[in-house]
């Protein structure tokens, strides 16, 4: 067997364990993900996560585990922006700054969602992302119900999270920053998806991006509708290019309504 031989099966291999990585985080089945996938980015990413080293993924969970600005850099980097028939999901060039500005909030307004600092330490050392995602189950949920706020109260949350932080953080100074000078609004929807794929794994259900049976079409999963405990009670859906969502009911008979 020659060397271009071997590295082109050592690709294959990676590329096999990446779809079944994304098949198994999105809940969908392996043709799903290998279509999915097929996005070269995403491929890159999902492969090159696939062949860390153990130190290496311990990093990213030491990362996973530091929230607002560690946890948030995580997501970004762990959901890349895809390409879907319904449009780009996982978008929005300050979805990281948004999704760090959303935890700062719930440290500000519901400190005891923050797991303890030892307990995110130990779960960080297992070099596990799902453990991480167990642990910060509460955080994420809180952070994700955030963004049901209406665009002026939510703006005003965040400005009274960061107004009452250390003066001297880093993570305060640089999200006061981010406020004052960047339109974040446009990475909201984006952030609101990423919290919605790791919230919805957890539930073993389809994450943003997946396709679902709408009425006979096949529809591409935008998001969730969380209640304010227990699971979620719907998918949000597009299909294709049409703008308008659709909601697919979650435990009922699945009866799609036109929002």
Same mark, same amino acid.
């Given at each position: 067997?020659?060397?271009?031989?071997r590295r082109r099966q050592a690709n294959?291999?990676?590329?096999?364990?990446?779809?079944?990585? &994304? /098949? #198994?985080?999105?809940?969908?089945?392996?043709?799903? *993900?290998? @279509? %999915?996938?097929?996005?070269?980015? !995403?491929?890159? =990413?999902?492969?090159?996560?696939e062949q860390r080293p153990f130190h290496?993924?311990?990093?990213?969970?030491?990362?996973?585990?530091?929230?607002?600005?560690?946890?948030?850099?995580? &997501? /970004? #980097?762990?959901?890349?922006?895809?390409?879907?028939? *319904?449009? @780009? %999901?996982?978008?929005?060039?300050? !979805?990281?700054? =948004?999704?760090?500005?959303?935890?700062?909030?719930?440290?500000?307004?519901?400190?005891?969602?923050?797991?303890?600092?030892?307990?995110?330490?130990?779960?960080?050392?297992?070099?596990?992302?799902?453990?991480?995602?167990?642990?910060?189950?509460?955080?994420? @949920?809180?952070?994700?119900?955030?963004?049901?706020?209406?665009?002026?109260?939510?703006?005003?949350?965040?400005?009274?999270?960061?107004?009452?932080?250390?003066?001297?953080?880093?993570?305060?100074?640089?999200?006061?920053?981010?406020?004052?000078?960047?339109?974040?609004?446009?990475?909201?929807?984006?952030?609101?998806?990423?919290?919605?794929?790791?919230?919805?794994?957890?539930?073993?259900?389809?994450?943003?991006?997946?396709?679902?049976?709408?009425?006979?079409?096949?529809?591409?999963?935008?998001?969730?509708?969380?209640?304010?405990?227990?699971?979620?009670?719907?998918?949000?859906?597009?299909?294709?290019?049409?703008?308008?969502?659709?909601?697919?009911?979650?435990?009922?008979?699945?009866?799609?309504?036109?929002?």
């Amino acid at each position: 067997m020659t060397g271009t031989e071997r590295r082109r099966q050592a690709n294959d291999r990676a590329r096999r364990r990446a779809v079944r990585a &994304l /098949a #198994a985080q999105m809940g969908v089945p392996y043709s799903v *993900a290998a @279509r %999915l996938i097929a996005d070269p980015h !995403r491929s890159l =990413v999902f492969a090159h996560r696939e062949q860390r080293p153990f130190h290496a993924r311990v990093r990213d969970t030491r990362e996973a585990a530091a929230p607002p600005l560690g946890r948030a850099a995580h &997501l /970004a #980097a762990r959901f890349p922006r895809l390409h879907t028939a *319904a449009g @780009r %999901l996982y978008d929005g060039r300050d !979805r990281q700054t =948004v999704l760090a500005m959303l935890y700062a909030v719930v440290a500000h307004e519901s400190p005891g969602l923050l797991p303890a600092p030892g307990e995110l330490a130990w779960v960080a050392e297992l070099g596990e992302e799902t453990a991480v995602d167990i642990t910060c189950a509460a955080l994420d @949920r809180a952070a994700r119900l955030v963004l049901d706020d209406d665009g002026w109260r939510l703006w005003t949350r965040v400005d009274a999270a960061l107004g009452a932080g250390d003066r001297r953080s880093d993570a305060t100074i640089l999200l006061e920053r981010e406020l004052r000078t960047v339109s974040l609004r446009g990475s909201l929807a984006g952030a609101r998806q990423t919290l919605d794929a790791v919230l919805l794994a957890a539930h073993r259900l389809k994450a943003p991006g997946a396709r679902v049976d709408l009425g006979g079409r096949a529809a591409t999963v935008v998001g969730a509708r969380w209640p304010e405990g227990g699971p979620p009670t719907a998918y949000e859906v597009r299909l294709g290019g049409d703008p308008r969502l659709h909601v697919v009911d979650l435990g009922h008979e699945q009866q799609p309504a036109g929002v």
